[in-house]
């Protein structure tokens, strides 16, 4: 019985699965051929952004923190206190950065998207709107995932100022590490590269978020059960997705030997 229960689960994760390919196609053609709800769209880039940023930020610095406390003091050990600065920035632009603000508006604002628009499709309010000639992926879909895609990356770059901000603080203040000898090692370390490799990052699990959101929503079946259902295993998945996909991104992006911080020594 249990096994049976465990295989039609996944059929059916499998589904939605495939139904999130088909809608993440259809957006496209949407995007290309048809104009933005513009109201909609700024509506969602506030619910995204500014209403995320205060737990992304008190997240980044926090993280800042306890990386700069645990490599710091791994690196006096060896006289190597002045990299500090430049290993932090490294990690929270290619690595926590973008994955610690994906893994947070997956929390936030995914599983918001998946309940709304399950609630939508239970309730048959798709189905109004469908009578009444307006297509739920303009109208639902789109300006979530325009808000996800423009917002994740704008909340990267400003957690990463937050997380070395937090790593200056305990730098400065427990190590005793200069100020500016922690920043020329941000700045010697750090190459145009990894900020814009941030920020492909941050876009990319933006339109994840957003498009497994939305379609869990979109094939969301069985009134309230459904809907939390729906909202749980949309979070779940987009986890998955966001470290399954960084993954990728990081071995397109960082192939071969670097030399960010042997060239600093």
């Known amino acids: 019985m249990t096994q049976a229960i465990e295989q039609s689960s996944l059929g059916q994760w499998s589904r939605r699965l495939i139904a999130a390919m088909f809608l993440a196609g259809q957006v496209v053609i949407h995007l290309l051929s048809r104009p933005l709800h513009r109201r909609n769209t700024l509506e969602q880039m506030a619910a995204v952004g500014p209403e995320s ?16 406390i645990q490599v710091t003091r791994e690196f006096l050990s060896f006289g190597a206190g002045a990299a500090v600065g430049g290993v932090l920035s490294l990690t929270l632009a290619r690595e926590l950065g973008p994955v610690l603000t994906a893994v947070i508006i997956a929390g936030r604002v995914g599983s918001a998207f ?23 992926i303009d109208y639902l ?23 070395m901000s937090g790593g200056l603080l305990i ?6 590490i200069p100020t500016s000898v922690f920043l020329d090692s941000a700045q010697n370390f750090l190459s145009v590269w990894d900020l814009v490799s941030s920020l492909i990052k941050a876009f990319c699990f933006g339109v994840l978020i957003a498009i497994i959101g939305t379609s869990w929503g979109l094939t969301t079946t069985g009134g309230a059960k459904g809907v939390g259902q729906s909202t749980t295993t949309a979070v779940v998945t987009a986890l998955l997705a966001i470290f399954i996909s960084n993954f990728f991104l990081s071995w397109l992006m960082f192939q071969g030997t670097g030399n960010a ?4 020594f």
């Open 171 to 176: 730098a400065t203040t427990q190590y005793g």
């Open 261 to 264: 911080v042997m060239s600093n």
């Open 141 to 163: 879909v789109i300006p979530r995932l325009v808000a996800c895609a423009l917002m994740l990356p704008l909340l990267n770059v400003l957690a990463f100022i937050t997380g």
């Open 114 to 136: 998946a309940a709304e628009i399950g609630t939508m499709r239970v309730t048959e309010q798709i189905d109004a709107l469908q009578v009444l000639k307006t297509d739920p």
């Open 53 to 68: 940023l205060l737990i992304a930020l008190i997240t980044a610095a926090f993280v800042g923190m306890v990386f700069t």
